[in-house]
Structure formats: C-alpha cells, structure tokens
C-alpha cells in the first residue's frame, strides 16, 4: 500500500501518518518525492486489515490518496495458487484442457421441453444441461419458473441423458433442496453481490457457478469469488455474461471477451461465457460462442429450444436444435482447448 | 406495442403477425409505411401478457423489432396515479411538501457512537437516524456489522433520540426481526434485483427505501418498486446513489441528479438521494447535498459520523457532526420544498 | 417513425400533430390503443426531414415520445446495399471473403525502426502497413509523432516491403499530403464525430479507415461513415476498437466483439478489429485477435514494433515481431474466412 | 511514480527497472513490502519524461504496473495555481465570485430569430449570447447551421442587446474569422480531443469554452485544457454537458454535477454547465439548472428558443423564453454565489 501526500503536507502530517501504520504493526518507510512525500507500507498486510486501514489513512490530514499495491482477494488470485483449478462433477471436468458446453432451455417449462433438449443438446456434444427452476425477471409479471417441480425435471431430464446439471439459485434457504437435484449451483448475475446467498453457498460442498454482475469491475467479480471461497468451498467458477452496454439498439449487454485472458491472468478459477444473455438475440450468438472459445473460454453456457417462438423466457436469444448442433460443429474446428 | 417489420417481410408474415396477436384477445391493426410494414396493438394489453407476447412476437418471421409504447410498470407510474405519494412513520411524512433528512453513520459501531450520532443529527434537524446492522462490503475481509446487537442499539438511540430509523435488510428471513427494531426497512443497490427478498418485504406492512443498482436504468428500478408495490405494500420511497462512473479517480459513483426530476415526472413515489455512497468522499458531500435539495428530491440519506477518522465503514466518505450542522443551516437556505 | 401520445393527450392534440405530419407530405395514420393513441407515418420519410420532422413532433403538446421504426442511415445500411462491400487497393482487398492483417508500429519513429517492422510483418503475412506519422495523445507533453518525415518513410518502406499502407489523419488540410504518401486514410477514434475531418475525406478518392469513437453507439458510427459516404467515397471500412470499460484497471477499452456480428447484420461494410487499442497490454492482444477472427472480422488491425521496450507510444500494448508471427499461425487455423 | 513489481520478480528485475530510472537523471527507492517490492521516484519528474518513462517501465520484465502518484497536467491543476482564475471579457467575469449565464438559441436560423432571442435573455439577467453558426450534427442529413451569415447575426445581435457571445467552433482554418465575430469559442464536446482545434485556439488571444466529451474522465478533461494553456492562452473556461448514460430512455446524458466540486477542488479554471444538451429535454432542464447553481457551477450555458416547437435544432431541449425567465429569478433565490 502506497499513500500519497498531498503536495502542502507538513512534516507532521507525514509522522502521524508513519505512526499509524506503526500501531498497527507494518512497517513505514518515507519516500520523497520531487513534489510530494509517498509512504509505503514494507509488511505483508493481513487481509482483515487491509480495507479498515486503506479508509482509515484515506482521511487523515495531509493524505491525498491511498494506492494498492497488492489485489484485495487472495484465494481466487493465481499469484497464490499458480496452477489452473478444474472443477469436477461426476467425471465431467471444467477447467484446463476440457472445453466443456453446457446447454438448454432459459426457463424449464414442461417435462417433455426439458426431456427433448436434454437428448439433442447431449447429442450434439453439451456435457451439461442448464434449466431455471427459479427465474429472475426484470418485470414482477413475467414468467416467474416452475420452481420445485421444475428442480424434479431437471433431475429426472439430466440423469436420462447422462449429463450434469446446473440451475440457478436466488434464496439461500433453497440451498439444500437445489442442490439434491442439481449438479452446479448458479449465482445470477443480479445477485452477485448478495453476500448472504454467497456465504451460504461457500457452507455447502457443491460447485458454485459464479455469474458477473453487469455492472462489476473484475476485481469486485473476484471479490465475489472470494466470499465463497473464505467460507470453505472452493470450487468456483466463474461465468462472463456481458457488461452494461454504451446501447441497447441491438444487443442486451456488452459480452466483455478480454475478461477472458484478463481472469486466466490473475486467477486460477475456470471461466465460461454466456453469450445468449450478453446478446438477447440469438442472431449473434453463434459469433459470440466462437470468439469465447478462440480466446480461451473454458466453456459456454447456452440457451437452446427445442422450440425458441414458443419459448416463455428469453425465446428470442435461445438458439433452436439445429443451429446448436452446426454451432458444436464449428466450435470443435476452432477451439483452442484440446479436449471437447 | 408496435411490431416494426423489415423492409422484405412478406405478406404472409405480416399476416401471421396479426393472427398471433389476435390469438391473445388484442386488436391489431396494420400501417403501412414508406419502406416497412408496422403493426400496432390496439388494445389495452394486460401486464401478464407484455413481457411473454412481446418475447413472442420478436422472434417472428420477418419481424424486425418490437417497440413499447406503453410502459411495463403501472403501480409506480403517475399516469395511474397522478398525485404525490406520501410516506407517514409516526407522523414523520416522506414525500412532498416535506424535505426530510435521515442522517447517521455507515455502520453502528457502538452504543457510545450511536446515541451521539443520533443526538447531533436531530438537533441538527435531521428527523430520521440511519445505521447498518448488517453490512454489505465488497470485500469478505472487512467489517460485516454487528447484527442483532446492532438493531437493538439503533432501536434505542431513535427512541432516545426521538428519530425513525432506518436499516439495510439483506436476508429476507430477517425481515420480521429487523422489522420491530426499525422503522424502515432499506433495500441496498446490490439488492435492488434480488426478487426473494423484493418480494419478502412487498408482504410486509412497513415502508421499504428502496436503493437504485449503480447499474440499473429508471425503468429497471421502477420494476424493482413495482415488484414490492404489487405484493400490495404500497409504501416505497426510491433513493438514488449513484451510477457507474467512467472512472472511479475522484468519485465512486456518478450522482444522477437527472433521475429527480425524471422520476418526479414518470412516478409518484417520493425520492430520497444518498450522495455519501455516491462520492465515496466527504469533500464532495455538501455540494451534492444542495444540488439534490435544489433539483427536487423529497430528502436525503447523508453519512454523519462522531469521528469520521476512526469509523469502521466509509469513514472517507461521513461528514463531522460540525459539518452536517453547517449543511444543515445551508439547506434551509436553498430548499425549494415549503417544510424542512 | 411512431408518435406516441401521452393517456391525457387530447383530440384536438392528435388532430395537431396528424396535421402537422401531413403538412410534410406525408401521410398519417391514427392507431387508437388501450391506454393511448399511437400515430404512424405511412409514407417514405425523406432523409433530410426526419430528424427536423423528430424534433418538431417530440415538443408538441400531448406526445410522449417518438420511436424510429427505421434507421437514420441509408448508404451504410445493408437492407438498401445486400452484397457486402470490399475495398481494393492495388490488389488487395479488404471485405469478404479475405482476412486482411493491417501492422505495424503505433508511431514511425525512425527509417530504420519502419523498415525492419515492414520486413517483419510482410513475412509473417500481414497485407498492410500501419505506422502513425501524426498521433493524437490525450497528454500535450507526450510524443506527438515525426509528421511529414513520417509519411515519407511510410511510403518508402511500404514500397520496399510490398505491403499498402494506412496512417491517420487528424486535419482535414493535410488531406492532400497524407494521400499522396498512404494508401488508407484513418479516422481516429477521438475524430469519430469530427465531421469537418468526415466531410473533407469524403470528397477524395481514397479508402478511409473509420475507427468507432469510444463512447459511440453503432448508430453514431453508421452515421459518421454516412458522413463520407454521402459526399460521395464509397470507400469506408469500419474498424471498431474498444468501448469504455467499466473500469480500467486491467484493459484500456472493452473490446466490443459483439459488434462484428451486429455489423455485418445491418451494414455491408467491411470492419476490421483492434484489439491493441482495446486492450492496452500485449498480454491480451493474441487472444483478443483470435476472438476477433471467429466472430467473422474481416481482418485486424495490430500494433507490432521491433523493440517494444523502447517504443516511443504504445509500447505496453506492442508485439514484438517474434510474437506476432505466431499469432498469424494461429490465425490461420482459426480464422472463418476463406483468404488470409 | 511507483512502480510495483510481480512478487515473482527477481532482484535482477528490480535492479534493472531502478537503473533505468537513474539513467533518467531520476532518484529511484526501493520498497520492500510483504508480498512484493516497489520502486519510487523521489524526484521532480519533468511533463515531457512522464509519459515515456511510465510506457517504458510497464513492459520491462518482473513489473506488475506503474501507479502515478503525481498528476498528468500542471497547468491546469490547482496545486500549482491555487487562486481561482477568472476569465474577463468586456467587462463580464465568468468565474468566482460572479454566476454567468449564457443562453440563446442552439442553432442560428435567422436574424429575427436571434434579435429577439438576444433582446429577451439579456432582459431577463443573461451575460451572454450563445447561439451556433457551424453545427456538429450527428447525421449528415440534419441542419448543419448558417455559417459565415450566422455570424454576422451573432455579432449583430450581442451587440445590439449588451451581450458577449460565444459560438463553437469545428474547423481551425475557421478560427481567425470566428475570433472576429465572437467573444468566446466553443469547442464542442466530440471535439474535446481533436488536438488540431486544441493547439489552434491554444495560439489564439481569445477565451476558449472547452466541453467534456461524453466519455472523457476529468483527468482526459483537464489534460485537454493543458493543450490549449501550455500553447499559451491561459483563458479556458471548463463546461460539463452530461457523460454518457446507463440508458437513453429518459435524457441524452447524464449530467455529471460532481464534476462540479471536483473541479473545483483539483483545478482553477472555472465550470460552467450546460444542462439542456445532458437532458436533451427542456422539462428536466430548470431542475439541473438550479442543481448545478447550488453545486457551485460559475455559471450555465442554456438553451433558449423564442419558438421551440419550430426550431430547426434541438428544439425538444430548448426553454422558451417565459420558462427562462421565471428559471433565472429562481437561480437568484437558490444561488450559492454572491453576484449573478
């Protein structure tokens, strides 16, 4: 942590400053510049200091900003914990080299909608199948989900067709219950900072997959991360969904494809991309599912139909039976990842 | 709702166009344009049915876009009630021609620092005490609030202090029990799209302030109100706190001072803005203050700590006891509203 | 183009702007809805009166607003030009079915420092040359670029190397010069919306590169290639280059990947993609590349210098050549196109 | 500057970078913390240095990245200036102590237009006449203004009614004749880093209204300012116009009115706002007119039509002149500074 004076602070300002960070046992050293005074801290911080310290130093006289040194999280970060995690769920891996693909309908509508995407999306190649139960929806009068009959769908759907299943979860008092019928717990992107479903799920032993916020910096994403990860669970991963976009002529959001090498940078954790949320169109998302592969994406997450018009969430960015099965075609013929 | 057709549908597709929108007991009515065909709905459409039909409609053949010309709330908007709403709690009115001030610190750290915050603010002329029990932090590292014990202090020191209060409510199970501590349930911007607990609160007969997403358009929010609103507990009040900013140098968030006058137009519920979580920096505290007062808002939600420098949570951004007296005595000066 | 009116409008406000609409010779239809009444335009608006004709209807009394039911854009728009445009110079093509790589250092620096990087990236199977000459730097104290010595080695090692050439241009009174010693003129991003810089290229013959503005939605970019495109060069390849980032700590801009398939969708121009300027770090720029290519650009633009280290400009975001190299490998395996 | 190092950096890495700093003529610091080792420079670091040092140490092996402790623009900043400056144009001062407002019509349409315009904002308390004779538009098919004729119109009509004008300019070639008409030049937000324009009116002995671009930060903001006070004019006034919004539902922009005390706090050049482009709708303007009154702004710049509904530009955002009228005696009820 670096702490810049401000050019007309006295030398006093700069001692009291110094004192603090000696009470707290770090050591200071002064640093002075051709305008200004900066103070480094030379300890390792220990991470419950580092937040109540950086606000503390903010406002004391003299201070003109605080600048980190060293990331804020720790467990999610690849400077400790260099090698790639890969998460696995009954024999299916996501993480390095695997590039898995999961797929199915935005909401679970009816057994038989389920059961027929299910047998086609594992046909094609998806080693998982995605489907809410419980769906967040921007307008209290849209389709809300089939809730727990929906979960018994899902689980029956999965297990004819031998692939893994992940579903969202939006109340931390459904953990238990998702989490008999689903193989991966999903954190929407709206609650990516509901921090009492995040401690909740870092209790649970089941993989967590961990949407963006849309309006996240990666950093507060990895934060994100970090709660479940300190609460004992640590497999996590992550999943780009696109970012608040400059319009929404023609798409919902921004997908954020350099969060793909940025995160293989600084973190350990697998990342997949939803390109059917970040578009809403289903036009562009056969482009979006090849770019995050081409950068490096350990996997998608898709919306398929088995019949996208009559579909009662998010028909129009769900991709039908046959375009999926074109698209897995392309994607083996451009994948960077070895194994599909 | 407006159907825009592309400029090479063929009849046919405009035909099926109509035939679907009739299938739902909706008039339709097609307009012929220069290069495209468009089709109106001249019905009045039920709310149940805008989301899925126009879902529906965008995926047609043929069918270009779809545009609202009507908007997907109702219960928030003026048109369907064109007078002021007036939030009472115990003869304290939110809501014009009031301008009411809630003041307090981020965290309640102490019983000592709670009953001195509340006694200062309310001779200041605050009329409501604000205070977290339960902290929403980015980080899991930092100070995460005092619970139970917490409430029970804010309980004390508003009663004390003859002010309502006001506290964050994050996990829906809690509701009842924050509910006889506070007088005012606060539903965070992380929070503003966490259905389970919107829901939760729209049961409960207790008035809920209701944050703005830093990444949440006016539409988004007013669906996030409409989703209390419609759950039949009527008594929300809106706080605006920000928006993404283009870069987080000298503020945390952008106050959107536009977004009084725009909901004071689209809406009828009162407004309250929070420019502490907004500038993330005392410094800039009082001007926002003063231009929230000066644009219209019902209100404010103003950090206020004994000792800013010594604070557990946003001390950067609480304004002294001496400070918030002084913005005190400067807003009467420049308040358009008629009572302070 | 849709005039809905407000729920109180009355008839005598329809009647106003029903006559208003037809005094423009056009034709308009009323279209009576549940809540409100909605008024169409039934005839081909001419250009140059829908946007005056927007204004004039917006500030009428009882209108609510009005929705654009068709683009703005005419000589960009794909639905009134199908066939994809490609651009020729001295037999190279830009635009479908070719991948075209653009490369080269952000500044000309010296002769010598052009040539070996014109050597390098001919080798490797770039087809183009780009080197800036006079570069437009947020900061007055940074370099500024060699200008006219510049372009002479630009022309020189283009010429040695075989490769055609790009270079930016930043006043409109260089035009002449500029074109004389490169091949394609560049609009920078800054200049997206200068449109004395849009005019004068307009008016030559000669291919200009036309970079999205950071902060312009594809709307803005259309217009400003309809900007040239309507003084009369037909001539222009888009080249989107990064949006604003929700935060800038790990990349400068948020590579917009979305918008080559939007593009394609709605214009038959070509666009190119640089991920360099996106990005910020090299680190990032392969991977960027490769997503690019997937999502069916139709070539690159890369910033590439034979010591990046001691690069006037740009160096974080540099290749070397040994890098790049390896990059076009990997394109050529990955890239959708059937040329490179 | 700090430069922080990986924590996997070698003590050969960190030599390096220090003798690179020291071949600069500069003293370097070595920090070591916990985890990793920083790098200061403890002296002045010359404007012409900054830039390429910190390019160059970004990309030299072992370092994480550079962190500038000191700010990019001299000139403008307050540190190094910190009396408010105030720009005098015939007897009219626009910054502290006084609050300056300019209004007129957006466009130059005719004569009688802008005498009345003129005649009715001077009587109602305006300094100055605002009204443009070269119009950025951002389709080519809009009005695109008057031109020379216009600005025989301006100098008319400032003359007639004791006002001082102020018109943008687009094209530098045009800065000699636009001097000779106008009292102050614009430049218009997309032009906020046209560098050419910057330097032209940087040469010039004429104040300069320089606009934030929608997606500029402050600090891209001030170095803009620096282009044209280290060419030597040092009479820039600032102008906040609105950055881009979430969504475009409601206003153009979002007005950014923290800029205003931020502004203030780290610079010396006064701040004017112009709301009526933020809200591109004249029913939200009186609102952020008074917000940024009391935020302490120098002064507006508005948009006044005598007829709005006939204007050829941006008539949805422009006040009639009664509104302004009654807007300017509540300005003088609301407003912090002591003379208006």
Known sequence: MIVAMRSDASQADVDVVVQRITEHGLKAISLPGGERVAIGIASTIPPEVRAPLTELLEVMPGVDHVAQVSRAYKLA??????????????????????FTVAAGPCAIESRDQLMRAAEAVKKAGAKALRGGAFKPRTSPY???????????????????????????????????MIAEHADILQIGARNMQNYALLNAVGLLDVPVLLKRGPGATIDEWLLAAEYILCQGNRRVILCERGVHPL????????????????????????ILVDPSHAAGNRAYVPALCLAAAAAGADGL???????????LCDGPQSLSLGTFETLMQDIRAFCRKKRL
């Open 77 to 98: 970060s690849r400077e400790f914990h260099p090698v790639d995690s890969v998460v696995e769920i009954k024999g299916i891996t996501i993480g390095a080299p695997t």
């Open 142 to 176: 849209a389709f809300q989900g089939l809730g727990p009959k929906g979960l018994r769908y899902l689980k029956e759907a999965g297990e004819a067709a031998g692939l893994i299943t992940v579903t969202e979860i939006m109340d931390q008092h459904d953990a238990e």
């Open 247 to 270: 319009d929404r002529t023609y798409t919902r959001y921004t997908l954020d494809v350099s969060a793909i090498p940025v995160v293989k940078s600084i973190s350990h954790l697998p």
């Open 301 to 311: 997450l898709v919306e398929v139909h088995p019949d996208p018009a009559s579909a």
